[in-house]
């Protein structure tokens, strides 16, 4: 049976050693360039919402029409270099009422987020997205029809927070 070690050698840092210089020590920020690439799917979806369009890829051999678009299919294993352009309306999969904030702080108004099953793709297929000009969370039904809001193109730099958020349908 091993023994446990109850003290370690040497000496505990404190940080004021440091600062005060009595432990040499470097700072050093390093001016880092690095690219990143969103691969040949995601891109061309990205790209389309910069247009004001929702882009899909489809599969040749199972005919699955996802969205996002992806490289292959997941059910055929086929490559899936087909791009098409779907709605960019759709139903409420399924949604939840926040009131935690993205940094995780408390707030008083929930925000509304659903996974919207866009018109067009295969099932089961959709966007996590915010819901707006909701006045009561309660308003919100499963299977409910929504429609992206956009920004002024102008305002568009190919990221998904060119849709504002998905607004209620009205129909008509």
């Keep these: 049976m091993s ?3 109850k003290r ?3 000496e505990q840092l404190k940080g004021a050693d440091i600062r005060e210089g009595r432990i040499p020590s470097v700072k050093h920020r390093p001016n880092v360039k690095y690219l990143w690439s969103t691969g040949v799917a995601m891109s061309r979806f990205l790209e389309g919402l910069k247009k004001g369009k929702i882009v899909a890829s ?3 051999k199972c005919g699955r029409i996802m969205v996002p678009p992806r490289a292959f299919c997941e059910q055929c294993f086929k490559p899936a270099d087909e791009y098409v352009p779907i709605k960019d ?3 409420i999969n399924t949604y939840s009422v926040s009131y935690v904030a993205g940094d995780a ?3 008083k108004e929930p925000i509304l987020v659903a996974v ?3 018109d067009g793709a295969s099932e089961g297929m959709g966007i996590l997205h915010l ?3 909701i006045d009561d969370w309660k308003q919100i039904k499963f299977g409910m029809r929504v429609k992206a809001v ?3 193109p102008e305002e568009r730099t190919g990221s998904i927070t060119d849709i504002k958020y998905f607004a209620p349908l009205k129909e008509g």
């Design 116 to 118: 919207i099953d866009i």
């Design 89 to 91: 309306t759709g139903t």
């Design 8 to 10: 370690f050698p040497g």
């Design 58 to 60: 489809a599969c040749r």
């Design 150 to 152: 956009w920004k002024r």
């Design 105 to 107: 702080s408390r707030i």
């Design 3 to 5: 023994e446990k070690i």
């Design 131 to 133: 819901l707006g000009e």
